[in-house]
């Protein structure tokens, strides 16, 4: 446990706050900017390197009219490119509501889907476009008197604060309100959005293009994948957010995005703006090693033997195979990507590096004998913080697979934890169970469906039972032990086997109508309806409750050590200063460039259309459409042909700064007019997430170029090429 | 069987002889040209690219003063590089005599070995140079007459003509001869070497250098291997061959090459002269599906059967591993390089190409009908001849494996042979075992040793006789059926184990002194040994020589066929027309260049010291001497820096066409100066052989930088930069 030498002091936050409105960035590359306080010192830099517009008002502004007030969050990044409310966003974005839209009869996924005129447009039930309107800095509001708060009191104090700034601001307006924390806890700002609830599919590629190199092509370089696809966001005849209504009309967005369809080439200046998740820049070097030796590589581990379970079950079930291959396709997406970051890791020895950072931090304060001990004391509690964490690190990490995101016994904790927290007023429930997150929570039960195979759900829980049975002494979970009773090692696997039998013959909570309806119940009611999952669930909810407990304990510990240490780092290093990526629009500039992945190798910065063709094998995720293959042949390039490549261009390479969430983001010109649309990260850059590496990271996009193509020769969408102003 | 129709002509012998004398080289980079008759548009061509020798006789000519002069065979190449007979090859040309040389207290295949002075050199027993003399044309002296016998007599006479022309050419000289075919046999020539009996060790480097990236990067770009050594040849002290004395001096070469230190840049000229072994240029269609369909594809599948042997033996026993690992590397390198021609062969669509070239060729004499027939008669001919082959093609091939370079069974084999063919006269003997030979069966009989494992021998035997035990009815082998006798499929495995036990009990073939004593056997006192495996080997013999003559019968064949087939080829393209390689001299000029092996990558044409640690694991084949690493962090670069790629360079690409046995052909720029040393090609390429891919084909070969940085730096060999006038 924390002790009481833990203090902590928002002396720093004034700096942070200002490290918003000035500071020098290193390097045009790295660096996630607020679009709404967009550094002068940025501004400037971005001018000198080929920006045009005349002042960041024209990059955003309270009235809509920026580039910036285009580009809107669905989930991942999308942007406004017609008048009539279009989005362009990746074609993996958009893939749940193709798949659902589809039928036995009409495979949208496999054929594409292209609606001729608005009446064919399709919802895209679940999805949402929010479009930021306004950002206000409300760190005084959060942060006043947690210095005198135990880490988990502030914990609870920041959720409650944040949940009654949310909910003034809500109050009376037709708005989706967030308060964020930016440089771990030393600033806050409440962001606020329009939510656009009826979105629709107008237009997506086939798979075949759209998913083109599928999970073998992942995060690789080079590429050749059409990820793009086009949606409508709707809104009542009045011009207010609505769910879907067959009476809705096209919104119109303030400010849409300009298509530029000449495109970049080598050496250009770009800009890209989106909503990048969560990076870790300022993570001091015993983060790290929890992340290298403990994180990673037991998810790494524990996704092989889930894949292998799952791989087993397809092998012998087609059933099984359809049923779960979003579910592997998920996995193994996380799986390449944790291997990446144990590559990126040892590749460029981040831990080791991070700790002669300190050692040089330390040794520059050596005259200054108060921050010395300050910086000796933050490292000394973030020491002893990751130290108590690895301790249960084992056991939360399989609970969480077990009962956060993984098999019918989360669905179970779910309900059990939802039937506890519908009766609390709304302030005081987990954030997670307020009332305007039912919509999200009905979702996840419905999507959780899509996925769900019975006998692979069965033998993914008996892995995580397995697991869970030989934690060590001390870490070991109640309710698994009452159920492996005094069995011996050699007995193990079949007391698991006589546990499962019962506790998936017994359930109704494997059918969506069933779990639909439990949602409904009272505790009382869920509980009389005796189904094992969810007595089971019962069983477990203490030892998951403490699991949370000590999650929010470490964030509350966290929130006071970051602030001060990201300030340290900062003023320290005189480098890009600039706030962890964390699910709020930023902006990121730099240029089209290639990379040497290693000695000898150059990655250029284009892919072309005959590279499309050459990577065909004609089966998937390598299937290209004869269409173009024929284009190949018969080298049809329009008026998209780049003579610096001799080809049309496909993908292509820039110097941005961007992780997951980014998907979608429009990649924009100095006069900030549309390019390409942003897909994917490369492989040996991984790692970016907790070091920028100038040399390696790169992000990829689709170049619009071949959007266009693809909608002109391709699939034939004049309606989707007129409205882009293209022709 | 070959009908009547089988007619023969030579009537475009004179075309193809002619065809050495006066071409129009379509490309710099095809073709591989005798440097002692350089067509004058290819040195006109050469001297329009960059070359600065002002005449071909610089090139090679009788008095031994040109370029080529300084080149020799070593089994695969070297070149002078000293005027005191010091060879520059590759170190995996000498890694036999530096293996041979070590000893348990010494492991200079790990450490290197560097001669402080000649004293200290180190002889390479069984490696001899060869130093060209002079090539005569003795095309008519071979094809007389041909085209009136059979493929079998033809196949014959051929061999009696070239024996008794070399008999007459050796008589009373201290020289070696050969016969050559070129253009499949549309002209010969009588090829006179010097043999130097006695080559020394002068300097190797460790093994971590000499091979650094292994089978792992074997074929592959970008490449940091260090393949380089220096042997020297020795004389008798009045300068003629000799076998090792001590009293030996070093040979004095009439040209040897001069290091030029500065190396090349990427788009300069270079040329490589050298000793390729063979390529297959002119193949129709058929040949080229019977490659594909089964040569490369049923020796993938057997040698993975026999890794998997191997492995599994190695992977229980530490001493397998040790005594196997020669062995295993072998079918590795052959495995990756058959493997990459199936992928060439589909990846170019190689032979429907072939066919298409055919049809168009055909059409092309449309208005010539004579030339119509005789085209479509010489492919009929290809037709029938290759499905002959492949009928009994798998029988062949086992056999092969078996009997000619397999397991201690071939070794049996050859004392079988040998004991028949040692009473007849010299000039009757299969030309393998012709008194001039002998010193290389008794090398093989020694190298067999060197990788020899009892148990992985048993167990590599056991599957070979598997796969012959399901040979078709119609293509069985009597002597194994009866080892079968009526066993059903499921006793088979059984069957054979009783077999294997008391052959390998009984049998004393596996000790080399035994099988040397048996050497000098007569055919009686050979059978008279009752040893088991001889025994087999009877059995066998006949099977074996049925298959011996096939291979002559088909050679017979194709030898009547094929130079009618270059020459209709060759005329009707116009394009390149040069002999296939055939292990005579050859020099192929072209450029410094990096290719694109995919769309989006380039591969640069210079690899650079920094890459060398980059690619360091700590575990071999990737275990880069801390040296180097230290090297490398202190930025010690002497004056090998190449300011052009900011670092020292390693190895480089250059446009030349080659093939297996160029392995040490020197790289030389435009003034005939030593700048590199060739060790390998790229994976892309490997189809090469067949057809030459100007944008994908590229030869790797150390720079010359390099080999002098490692010299200087790593090694101190001081008085090996002072004898190459460097310094």
Known sequence: MMTARTRFSYRLAALLTAAWAACAPASAEEGMWSPQSLPLEVFQDMRAKGLTLANSSE???GSGTGVANAVVSVGATGAFVSADGLILTNHHVAFGAVQRMSTPEKNYIEEGFLARNRDEEVPAFGYRAYVLLESEVVTDQIVTGLQYLSPRERYDAIEERSKRLVRDAEQGRDVYCEVNAFYGGGAYRLDTYLRLNDVRVAYVPSRAIGEYGGDIDNWMWPRHTGDFSFLRAYVAPDGSPADYSEANVPYKPT??????PEGLADGDFAMIIGYPGKTRRYL???ALAHFENFEYREHVRLYERELDVLDAQAATDPVARVRVAGWTKGINNRLKNNRGMLDGFKRFDLVESQREMEGQLLASLESDPEAYAECERLLGEFRVLYAEQSEHAMKDLLMELMLGRGPLLSQAMLLYRWSLEKVKPDMERDPDFMERKIPDLKRNIRLF???????SDLEV???LLEEMASLPVGERIDAVDRIMGSAADAEIAGVIDGFLKPLYGGTRLHLLDERMRMFDLSHQELLAEQDPFIMLAGQLYEENEARLEREKYYEGVLSGLMPDWIAQVGRWSGDAFYPDANGTMRLNYGEVKGYSPRDGVYCEPFTRLRGVAEKHTGVAPFNCPQRILALVADRVYGRYYD???????VNLLTTHDSTGGNSG??????RGELVGCLFDGNYEAMTSDFRFQKDLTRSISVDIRYILYIAEYVDGAV???????VK
């Open 255 to 260: 400010r849409y995005l300009k298509v530029a």
């Open 59 to 61: 990059i955003f502004n």
């Open 449 to 455: 469906q899509r996925s769900f195979h019975l006998q």
């Open 284 to 286: 001091p070097s015993y």
């Open 665 to 670: 983001s429009p990649v924009l010109n100095g």
């Open 643 to 649: 003579p610096a490549i001799g080809d049309v261009p």
């Open 719 to 725: 309606n989707v090429l007129e409205e882009l102003g």
């Open 461 to 463: 829980t008996r892995m």
